[in-house]
């Protein structure tokens, strides 16, 4: 039986519906699911009691889906189940996303369940390559996603984020805590930002079954309200939520969506 750790989005609804049996829906405390009813709601001080549940109710596969933000811990509301996992928990949470998250699924495959990853259950998330807007790349924007790719590569040891923002070869934005949206909605007011796009993929040595780099027509509107260019990600290592809605923006914007493959 497979159940889906999930935050929030459309992404776990997607994968969801696409299985031939209904998996179970375990969230975290405070957490509005988008077309789902959990099943199962959580906190992280009592995650030794859910592995338990989990066991009790016949689960065997997981899917860590959908956003999720670092959560506080609260020492007073651990039970006893979760008390020997505490080091575990505070090692990971001192760690990057990509880091917190190793902790987190090496947590379950020791407990014995097998963790999958949502693009494994429903493989048509993954972007296609090649240009997806009628926009089409420019020789400058061709030159700034190789300057994004550089950027990200070089970040991917420290565990930061997925993406940044280019314009120029001039880097604008870097991705960090408060992820992409975040990013956008602060970029700096320079004539630059007409021009710039943002790029996104995965960490060099990220392990892809969790915190897939993901965009969705969200993300267009974002980056269209931001006053970018167009939007670079790397061919095979990005989900596209909701595809035929976000080319249909990205091309009433004149946005640029391309899923750049190695040049």
């Not at 829906?25 to 959990?38: C, K, N, Q, S």
């Not at 260019?229 to 004149?254: M, R, T």
Request: aromatic share 2%; net charge negative; proline share 6%.
């Amino acid at each position: 039986m497979l159940a889906l750790i999930a935050g929030r989005g459309t992404l776990p609804a997607q994968v969801a519906q696409a299985q031939a049996s209904a998996p179970l829906i375990v969230t975290l405390e405070g957490y509005a699911l988008d077309g789902l009813d959990p099943d199962i709601v959580f906190r992280l001080e009592h995650l030794g009691s859910l592995l338990v549940e989990l066991g009790h109710r016949g689960v065997t596969d997981v899917c860590l889906c959908g956003s999720v933000d670092r959560p506080q811990v609260d020492p007073s509301a651990i039970d006893a189940a979760t008390l020997p996992l505490v080091p575990l928990i505070q090692a990971g949470l001192a760690k990057g996303d990509d880091g917190a998250l190793r902790t987190l699924m090496d947590l379950f495959e020791q407990t014995g369940f097998t963790v999958r990853a949502a693009q494994d259950l429903l493989p048509d998330l993954i972007a296609t390559a090649g240009v997806l807007s009628r926009a089409a790349p420019t020789a400058r924007i061709r030159e700034d996603a190789r300057r994004g790719l550089q950027v990200l590569a070089a970040l991917a040891p420290l565990d930061v984020g997925q993406s940044c923002v280019v314009s120029g070869g001039q880097v604008l934005a870097i991705e960090a805590l408060g992820g992409t949206d975040f990013m956008l909605s602060t970029l700096p007011d320079t004539p630059l930002r007409d021009g710039a796009v943002l790029v996104k993929g995965p960490k060099t040595g990220q392990d892809r079954r969790a915190d897939m780099p993901t965009i969705g027509p969200d993300t267009v509107a974002t980056a269209a309200a931001a006053g970018l260019a167009g939007i670079v990600i790397d061919a095979g290592g990005v989900i596209l939520l909701d595809p035929d809605e976000a080319i249909e923006q990205a091309n009433a914007a004149g946005l640029l969506l391309w899923s750049r493959t190695a040049e």
